[in-house]
């Protein structure tokens, strides 16, 4: 799949963990990203559902703990006040 920007991101206050792999450039996907969740009234069911393009990959913390090291990236995931990315210390 060429190569693809990795964007681990954490659901619900430590509900799920995924890893967001996207075609798009970081920017783009941050982009994307703040179009759809920062909508009024947004309540995240199933990232994997969401209109972002790429893949979602549910995996356990240990796992997204090791992408966020390695990614200098992660994401919060809840509601449309408190979903955001964050990389190399600010949010984005």
Same mark, same amino acid.
């Given at each position: $799949?060429? @190569?693809? =920007?990795?964007?681990?991101?954490? &659901?619900? #206050?430590?509900?799920?963990? %995924?890893?967001?792999?996207?075609?798009?450039?970081?920017? !783009?996907?941050?982009?994307?990203? !703040? /179009?759809?969740?920062? *909508? *009024?009234?947004?309540?995240?069911? !199933?990232?994997?559902?969401?209109?972002?393009?790429?893949?979602?990959?549910?995996?356990? #913390?240990?796992? %997204?703990? *090791?992408?966020? /090291?390695? =990614?200098? =990236?992660?994401? +919060?995931? +809840? &509601?449309?006040?408190?979903? #955001?990315? #964050? $990389? @190399?210390?600010? =949010?984005?």
């Amino acid at each position: $799949m060429g @190569n693809m =920007t990795r964007i681990p991101i954490e &659901e619900e #206050y430590g509900w799920r963990f %995924w890893i967001w792999e996207t075609p798009d450039t970081l920017e !783009n996907a941050v982009e994307r990203f !703040n /179009g759809v969740v920062c *909508k *009024k009234n947004f309540f995240c069911i !199933n990232p994997a559902g969401l209109d972002l393009g790429g893949e979602w990959k549910q995996v356990e #913390y240990e796992e %997204w703990n *090791k992408a966020v /090291g390695e =990614t200098n =990236t992660s994401g +919060h995931l +809840h &509601e449309s006040d408190d979903s #955001y990315i #964050y $990389m @190399n210390g600010e =949010t984005q």
